[in-house]
């Protein structure tokens, strides 16, 4: 399919980066790739740099080295766009939270209890404290392939405060429930000064290059429908109409991971331009109930990359069959994981690039 | 609703015990209920049993101990159906491999790693070792009250194999995936094993008093598609088959975990009669996508029903108010956990038992 009137379409169209297009609405071909953490330790290269910094943190926020590897996977393998590296917890410790990221052991925080917890942050020092993540955006925009998208993200609130609340991962978001159970209003003012956070931090990734956003909601599938709706899709609704009342040309997209059944009314509620599909989402459903109405973006299962072979090749021909006449990115459902062998990476892109067969 | 011809639908119905007028696919009022994990932590008297006990498996294989412990619910609360008590991981056990449950830790197993490991479990003493749990619901089917109904399970093929290749929990499931993906045939012959195990072992529950069986799928969410298809969908359906060949009148369940956009096709392919609903499941798409075809069954979060008060009320008003026109049974979304006040428990059966208002 060709652009029908590409002088109409603004600044940005006419730089027609593939991603853009297809957030736009346009079923592009080859559909335009990129990965969840495809910046990771899957890479040598990647290993080779974290191994100079002392905390992941600290990776997060030296300019110099979080834009190298931001950049590590587009000059290895020329994904169609590149991602910001960074944390979704740089917002909860921008916020004034400690945040320990220990090895093999996930993140670390001193979980917030109460409205007493809450009182003590603040959103003075947001941009200060978040000034280097600014600035890798900044280097990234300046370094990118004409034809390359930056995408800025953060974390969706629900899946922030759960992170706050329970002090790291958690297997059934007891703490972060029985607050939100139990004191939905004082569980609101969390929800409440992250969605300003967040669209603040979002609004400043725009101003620094950002072409595309992200809000990543991986805990959003533990939410039964009514909490779903108060705590995942209006906090993410509220933050795509702040960008886009400021940033009217900039898309926004959501990945509400395990939403299943929720999936179209939250494509449908939320204003955003694209979405992502976790992994068992059936790529003939998104076709049906999403694609009219929104870009999707999925939907590989990451264990089949690190498989690869015929697997891979025949799961990667469903998704394209079903999804690459519409409004396309072609993704993983979840990020690399560690072990993924990078050959099979570049094999994957050669097989999105060639189409189905 | 009335049963419009009991003398036509055979000795089981002339019990008129609620939880099989539903699963018969009647709208039962009020609707049958009954709690995952009924039996366990939350209660006093359990606790008290438990300390009397070795290791977790030893309650497990102890059918006095077994069988008060699946009694003390009904006793306490007057629940439609008692739930076995036992553990999915029994039937890898009676297979042949180790199973230990540590404190606070889960089970540990030592993981299977391929076909040579396949080659060492055996169906031989299969039901030599399950037979302390067949007493178990000899037991209790011969002292329940008259209108509750007993329920047998397992878990399903894909889930107990998780257990067994991954050794225990897991995050990300990498290693079965990885045997799946890479071996498929390989893995084939796994989850057939754990097909002929399961209907082996459900059947011998039926024979021994259990009216309904469900099948267990907690980690069928993490499958895409085509996986689903193969290992959640189409091993439960070989069982359904096999059990309805022998017992034409028994239901089966299925609770096939975070399957969200997969769980009509689930319902429709497998031959099941009733459908557990996971927290994320919205009750009005249950209504208009699965109950024309199936009993559903579920789904409070099991956290609402920690918080009790208000919102427990409402969530259960909003359950009632989509599901309870048609066959209906109440039930959590996922198991009861460990901190629920037994208070909440009662609370929680007055209301569906009074129905939506």
Redesign the interface.
């Known amino acids: 399919m060709t652009d029908p009137d590409p002088d109409a379409r603004g600044a940005r169209a006419i730089v027609r980066k593939p991603l853009l297009r297809a957030l736009d609405g346009e079923a592009v071909s080859p559909p335009p790739l990129w990965l969840m953490r495809q910046a990771g330790r899957y890479l040598p290269e990647y290993r080779a740099l974290r191994a100079e910094v002392g905390s992941f943190l600290d990776l997060c926020y030296a300019p110099d080295k979080a834009a190298e590897v931001t950049l590590q996977p587009i000059r290895r393998f020329g994904m169609d766009a590149a991602i910001l590296f960074s944390d979704i917890l740089v917002v909860p410790h921008a916020l004034g939270q400690d945040v320990a990221f220990r090895e093999g052991e996930g993140p670390v925080l001193p979980p917030l209890a109460a409205a007493d917890d809450l009182a003590r942050l603040s959103l003075e020092r947001l941009h200060e404290r978040l000034s280097p993540v600014y600035e890798t955006v900044e280097r990234v925009a300046g370094a990118l392939p004409a034809e390359t998208t930056l995408i800025g993200f953060a974390g969706a609130p629900w899946t922030v405060a759960t992170y706050m609340v329970e002090g790291g991962s958690s297997r ?3 703490a972060t ?2 607050w939100a ?2 004191d ?1 209003a004082g569980f609101d003012a969390l929800i409440a000064l992250l969605i300003e956070a967040t669209a603040a931090y979002l609004d400043r990734q725009v101003r620094a290059g950002a072409e595309v956003v992200q809000l990543f909601d991986t805990w959003a ?8 709706r108060r705590w995942a899709i209006a906090p993410v609704q509220a933050i795509v109409a702040r960008l886009k009342t400021d940033h009217p040309g900039v898309p926004v997209s959501g990945f509400p991971r ?6 179209p ?1 939250y494509a449908a509620a939320t204003g955003i331009d694209g979405i992502g599909l976790d ?5 003939e ?1 998104a076709a049906a ?1 999403l694609q009219p109405h929104v870009t999707v973006q999925g ?6 990359l ?2 690869g ?1 015929a ?2 090749a ?2 990667v021909a ?1 998704i394209l069959g079903a999804l690459s006449s519409g409004p396309f990115i072609f993704n993983l ?2 990020g690399i ?1 560690p ?1 993924t062998p990078p050959e099979h990476v570049a094999t994957l892109i050669d097989l999105v690039r060639e189409g189905p067969r």
């Open positions: 059934d978001f007891a429930k029985a159970y139990d939905p599938g533990v939410l039964p429908p009514d909490a779903f395990g939403a299943g059944l929720m999936y009314e992994t068992a989402v059936p790529p459903q109930l939907n590989l299962d990451p264990l089949k690190v498989a072979g697997g891979m025949a799961a469903d459902g979840h994981v072990q």
